[in-house]
């Protein structure tokens, strides 16, 4: 979620819940598809998010907008209880918008990840959601300057401001974890740094990688990401052994590119991990689910 469920501050974009809401109804099953079957029948239903890509950009503009006029709430959510679950809810739709606009530009560069305009669109939506991110930075400082007793407060006079306690339970234990609103502010601004590494490795992994085809009686077929699997379950010994001994030298060809971004990877996660008071990466992460 652009606003909940990060209280250590990982740049996460979907919740489970919007994840079931936007993704699932739009599934149908990628791969290359088979010579003389419709191509269209392996590829995302992505009209069930946008008709086109025009009114993507419609919806990408409004929700720019929207994220602007968010910072209007800035210093109201201590007002009184109702403000701060209208604030809480505002956010919550402003984040399922965010979320179909990146959805479709995840699912549009899957289909094909040598695509540039598919590619550039995907970027253009990290960066929108940074823009979400920032704008709302403030509220998670906000709401832990009022203190828990007040919180408290606000939750039995608003009953509605109930649907988030645990939100806000879980808030309040990230306390340590909060940084004041000038530096979260910061930091989201930063969080395109941490993605860089992971558009390194998909343009190396999903883009550029090659394997050698695996030749199957007298025809050689293309061996991908999406179609191993149907290589490797094959009845033939020997062509499970080719395919699998082709797509791991894909791996060491590109080893030190890959190596370069898991390290990278690791650095940029080593730093804003510290900045948010965490002793190191594995204890952000069992800080995350309470464990």
């Known amino acids: 979620s652009l606003f909940r469920g990060r209280a250590a501050g990982s740049p996460i974009y979907l ?18 598809a088979p010579a003389g079957q419709e191509e269209s029948k392996y590829t995302w239903a992505l009209e069930s998010i946008f008709p086109d890509k025009v009114a993507w950009r419609v919806e990408a503009d ?39 606009v990146h959805v479709y530009t995840v699912l549009l560069y899957a289909g094909d990840t040598r695509n540039d305009e598919a590619a550039a669109l995907r970027q253009h939506s990290f960066a929108l959601a940074s823009k979400v991110e920032q704008c709302a930075s403030f509220v998670e400082p906000e709401i832990l300057s009022l203190g828990w007793a007040r919180v408290e407060a606000m939750l039995k006079e608003c009953p ?3 649907t988030y306690r645990f939100y806000l339970s879980e808030l309040e234990r990230s306390r340590q974890h909060i940084l ?21 490795r998909d343009a190396a992994h999903d883009g550029d990688m090659r394997f050698a085809s695996v030749v199957i009686g007298k025809e050689n077929r ?25 797509y791991t030298d894909g791996y060491v060809k590109n080893a030190r590119t890959l190596a370069a971004t898991l390290s990278a990877q690791a650095t940029t996660s080593l730093l804003f991990n510290r900045a948010r008071n965490h002793a190191s990466t594995f204890d952000e992460a069992l800080f995350d689910d309470a464990v």
């Open 160 to 162: 509605s401001l109930e």
């Open 180 to 200: 004041s609103p000038e530096q979260e502010s910061l930091l989201t601004q930063l969080s395109q740094l941490q993605r860089i590494p992971e558009t390194i």
């Open 222 to 246: 293309e061996l991908t990401h999406g179609t191993t699997d149907d290589f490797f379950a094959h009845p033939d010994r020997a062509v499970r052994e080719a395919a699998y001994i082709a």
């Open 62 to 100: 409004a929700v720019s907008a929207e994220a602007d006029r968010f910072e209007s709430f800035r210093g109201t959510l201590g007002e009184s209880g109702q403000q701060l679950a209208n604030v809480l809810l505002a956010s919550d739709v402003l984040d399922e918008r965010m979320s179909r």
């Open 15 to 32: 919740s489970r819940a919007t994840c079931f809401r936007v993704i699932v109804p739009f599934m149908t099953r990628t791969e290359v």
